[in-house]
C-alpha cells in the first residue's frame, strides 16, 4: 500500500499548488480522510450495453467500490465509491451547437480524470463547454462526500461534501458545503458554504446563501474531521442497505418493473414501492414504500422514502424525498433534502420546481400550490412565503428584486424559461415520453446492461492500485 499512500500525498500537493492563490490547504481537509485501508477492500465495476461499448483506461490508480458507464480514462488517480457516468458523451459526427456557431465533433468525447481524488463523488458528462468538447477532463482536483461533477471540467479544485458544481468550468477554485454553482466559468474563487449561485451573462443573475448557523445543523465539515450533520447523517445510516447489493455478483430484477422502466442493479428497492412504465431508477438510489408514477426518474444517490410522485417528476443527483407527495411533472434539485413525517406530510403542486439544494424540514403539514419555485431553507408557512413565488409572477421580474436571503438580478422569463427547458429535456434523454416505438431514453437504453468487474492487487507495495488495464472494442 506503499504507492497508494504516495498516490494521494502526489494528489494533494497538486491540488494545494493549483489553490496556492487562494491560500487554501486542502491537506487537514483530506489525509485522513481518503480511507486508503477501505480504498483496497473494493472491486470496481462497468457497464456495457449496445449504446455503450467498452472503451476504458485504467492506469496507476484505485477505483474502489466505483461505477464506470461510457469511455472512460483514469489515471494517477484515486476513486472511492463514485459514480462516472458517460451515457451523454458526444459522438463524432455530432455538431455541437453555441449560440451563432456549428462545432462538428472529430472525435468520439471521453472522460477523462488525471491527478484526483473523488470520494462518493457523481460525475455526468452532459458538458457544454464549447472549448473542451471531446474530453471532459478532471485533473488536479478532489471531490469530497456526496459532492456533483455534472457537465463540469474541473482544473485544479476543491469541492466540499454535498456541493454542486453544474454546467460551469471551473479553474483554481474551492467550493463550500453544500453550494450549488451554475455560472458558465468560474476561476481563482473559494465560494462560501451554502451559497445557491446560478448566473448566464447578460441574462440573470441568482444568489442565495443559507445561514451558517442553520446550515451546520444540515451539513458542518472542519479540517480533521468527517463530515456532520443531518444531512451525512441520513445518508450514512442506509449504507448497509447497499452492502448486499455490491457483495452480489449477480441479482435479479424485482418481477413489478414493467418492460419500458429501469431498475439499476446497483440500486436499493424496499418492499411496496410501484414502479410505473417509462420510469428510470438510477444505481445507488434508494426507494422504499413509494410510489413513482409513469416517466419519474430517481438519479443516482437519490432517497425516496415513504412518497408519491404522480409522473414525469425529475429527482436530480443527490435529492432525497421524505414522507411526501409530489405532482406531476415536478423537479427536485440536487443534493436537495425535503422531509416531511407521518403527521407532517409535505405536499407540492404540480409543474413546481425545487431548486438545487433546497431544503424543507417540516414538523407541520405544509403544502405548496401547483406552479411555484421554490429555494432555500423551509421550515413552515412563514419561510415559505419568503423562499418561493408563483412560476407565472417570477416570470415577471425585469430588473432586481431580492426577498428574504435570495438576490436576482436580469429577466425572470430567461431564468424560469432555461429551467424549463432543461427538465424537458431531462424528461426526454430519460425516456418519460417513450411511447412503445419512438422517444427512446436511458430508461429503455439501458435494460440490458451488462456489468464487468476489475479488482486491485491484494497485497504488497501496489495493493489497492488496479492493474493499468486498456479495455476497448
Known amino acids: 500500500m506503499q504507492v497508494l499512500e504516495k498516490l494521494l500525498d502526489r494528489i494533494i500537493q497538486r491540488v494545494n499548488i493549483n489553490l496556492r492563490e487562494l491560500g487554501f ?5 483530506v489525509h485522513e480522510l481518503a480511507a486508503l485501508n477501505q480504498m483496497v477492500k473494493f472491486y470496481a465495476f462497468y457497464g456495457i450495453t449496445p449504446q455503450h461499448p467498452i472503451n476504458f483506461q485504467f492506469m496507476h490508480s484505485n477505483l474502489a467500490g466505483s461505477y464506470f458507464l461510457g469511455r472512460c480514462r483514469v489515471t494517477n488517480s484515486l476513486l472511492y465509491k463514485s459514480d462516472i457516468r458517460g451515457d451523454e458523451l458526444k459522438k463524432k459526427g455530432a455538431v455541437f451547437r453555441f449560440k451563432q456557431y456549428e462545432i462538428p465533433i472529430t472525435r468520439d468525447e471521453e472522460i477523462d480524470i488525471e491527478d484526483s481524488l473523488l470520494i462518493k463523488t457523481l460525475v455526468h458528462c452532459y458538458s457544454h463547454d464549447p472549448e473542451s468538447l471531446e474530453k471532459f477532463f478532471i485533473k488536479d482536483t478532489i471531490a469530497m462526500h456526496y459532492a456533483n461533477i455534472h457537465g463540469s471540467p474541473s482544473d485544479g479544485c476543491f469541492l466540499a461534501p ?5 454546467l460551469t468550468t471551473m479553474h483554481d477554485c474551492v467550493v463550500g458545503e453544500f453550494s450549488y454553482i451554475q455560472a458558465g466559468e468560474i476561476s481563482h474563487i473559494k465560494i462560501d458554504p451554502g451559497t445557491v449561485w446560478i448566473r448566464s451573462p447578460e441574462k440573470f443573475n441568482f444568489l442565495y446563501r443559507f445561514d451558517s448557523r442553520q446550515l451546520e445543523n444540515y451539513i458542518k465539515f472542519i479540517p480533521g474531521s468527517k463530515p456532520k450533520g443531518l444531512l451525512f447523517d441520513f445518508v450514512e445510516d442506509k449504507k448497509k442497505d ?7 455478483v449477480n441479482i435479479e430484477t424485482p418481477r413489478s418493473v414493467p418492460v419500458s422502466a429501469t431498475l439499476d442493479r446497483y440500486a436499493v428497492i424496499k418492499p411496496h ?3 410505473s412504465d417509462n420510469v428510470l431508477v438510477a444505481q445507488r438510489a434508494y426507494l422504499k414504500n413509494s410510489w413513482l408514477g409513469k416517466g419519474a426518474n430517481a438519479q443516482e444517490n437519490c432517497y425516496i422514502i415513504n412518497s408519491r410522485l404522480e409522473g414525469c417528476d425529475v429527482t436530480a443527483h443527490g435529492g432525497k424525498i ?3 407527495d409530489l405532482g406531476t411533472k415536478v423537479f427536485v434539485g440536487f443534493n436537495s433534502f425535503l422531509r ?5 406530510r409535505l405536499t407540492i403542486g404540480k409543474d413546481s420546481i425545487v431548486m438545487p439544494h433546497t431544503i424543507i424540514d417540516i414538523s407541520s403539514p405544509l403544502n405548496i400550490p401547483p406552479g411555484h419555485i421554490i ?3 423551509i421550515r413552515n408557512e412563514k419561510d415559505l412565503k419568503t423562499n418561493s413565488l408563483p412560476i407565472r409572477e417570477f416570470s415577471g421580474i425585469e430588473t432586481d428584486f431580492s ?8 429577466s425572470g422569463s430567461s431564468f424560469v424559461s432555461g429551467f424549463k427547458d432543461r427538465i424537458d429535456h431531462i424528461l426526454d434523454s430519460n425516456g418519460a415520453f417513450f411511447n412503445g416505438s419512438e422517444n427512446k431514453g436511458h430508461a429503455q437504453k439501458n435494460q440490458r446492461i451488462s456489468f464487468n468487474m476489475i479488482q486491485p492487487y491484494p497485497m504488497g507495495e501496489l495493493k489497492g492500485l488496479f492493474p493499468s488495464i486498456t479495455i476497448q472494442p
Open 273 to 275: 414501492t410501484k414502479i
Open 242 to 248: 447497499f452492502e448486499r447489493i455490491f457483495s452480489l
Open 340 to 344: 416531511g413525517s407521518q403527521d407532517a
Open 162 to 166: 454535498f456541493s454542486t458544481v453544474d
Open 375 to 377: 429555494w432555500g431553507l
Open 403 to 410: 426577498i428574504g436571503n435570495m438576490i436576482f438580478e436580469g
Open 322 to 324: 421524505i414522507e411526501a
Open 25 to 29: 490547504d486542502v491537506t487537514p481537509y
